[in-house]
């Protein structure tokens, strides 16, 4: 049963860049689509983007093209986890943010982490 | 790419049946067999409860199934259990290879 754990600071100053990463645990990173999705307190699910490593590669990235210019996702598959970036972030990036296992490119979202509240506030 | 459009709130007593529509565009449901239905339940991450469609994961009761027509997909729950009442959210795969939520449904049981 693959597990999965977002870490990363809960408090972050507006227009600086929220930093995230989720470690996969029992299984392995490679061979799979793996993607954040944002909830805002009290609305719904936005899918932020998703990276696929091969394992020999350094990950291909596909992003929500209303965050495209601010994301980064990366993967380290030494150490089991991939990364969110989302730069210049203002009071409307905060939310809980999950991450997820998809099997494939369709992006069925068999797996969830429990998620991260990150508040963007000075 | 816009989010897929849900009512906000559906209701039903114990033991009727309910169904939650979907509706998107040619460029993703209309599209692609590629409609996931995901419950969730306050303070939990989603799950899982539809894929592809009308396709379960294996635990997920028969109680809940899937279907589409053109560029609207629909999830239905039948003999309501008190336990169903969650948030519930559609997604698709889009023509641009990204996904594509719902604005999700909260379903009441009375």
């Known amino acids: 049963q693959v597990q999965l754990q977002e870490s990363g600071p809960g408090l972050v100053k507006p227009s600086e860049t929220l930093s995230l990463t989720c470690t996969v645990s029992?299984?392995?990173?490679?061979?799979?689509?793996w993607s954040w999705i944002r909830q805002p307190a009290g609305k719904g699910l936005e899918w932020i983007g998703r990276?696929?490593?091969?394992?020999?590669?350094?990950?291909?990235?596909t992003y929500n093209p209303s965050l495209k210019s601010r994301v980064t996702m990366s993967v380290d598959t030494s150490k089991n986890q991939f990364s969110l970036k989302l730069s210049s972030v203002t009071a409307a990036d905060t939310a809980v943010y999950y991450c997820?296992?998809?099997?494939?490119?369709?992006?069925?979202?068999?797996?969830w982490g429990q998620g991260t509240l990150v508040t963007v506030s000075s | 790419q816009s989010a897929l459009t849900q009512p906000a709130s559906v209701s039903g007593s114990p033991g009727q049946s309910i169904t939650i529509s979907c509706t998107g565009t040619?460029?993703?449901?209309?599209?692609?067999?590629?409609v996931s239905w995901y419950q969730q339940h306050p303070g939990k991450a989603p799950k899982v409860m539809i894929y592809?469609?009308?396709n379960r994961p294996p635990g997920v009761s028969k109680r809940f199934s899937g279907s589409k027509s053109g560029n609207t997909a629909s999830l239905t729950i039948s003999g309501l259990q008190a336990e169903d009442e969650a948030d519930y959210y559609c997604?698709?795969?889009?023509?641009?290879?990204?996904?594509?939520f719902g604005g999700g449904t909260k379903l009441t049981v009375l």
């Open positions: 997604t698709s795969y889009t023509s641009s290879s990204t996904l594509v």
């Open positions: 029992g299984g392995s990173i490679s061979r799979y689509y």
């Open positions: 040619s460029s993703d449901v209309g599209g692609y067999n590629y």
């Open positions: 592809d469609v009308s």
């Open positions: 997820a296992r998809g099997g494939d490119w369709r992006l069925v979202l068999d797996d």
């Open positions: 990276i696929y490593t091969s394992g020999s590669t350094s990950g291909s990235t």
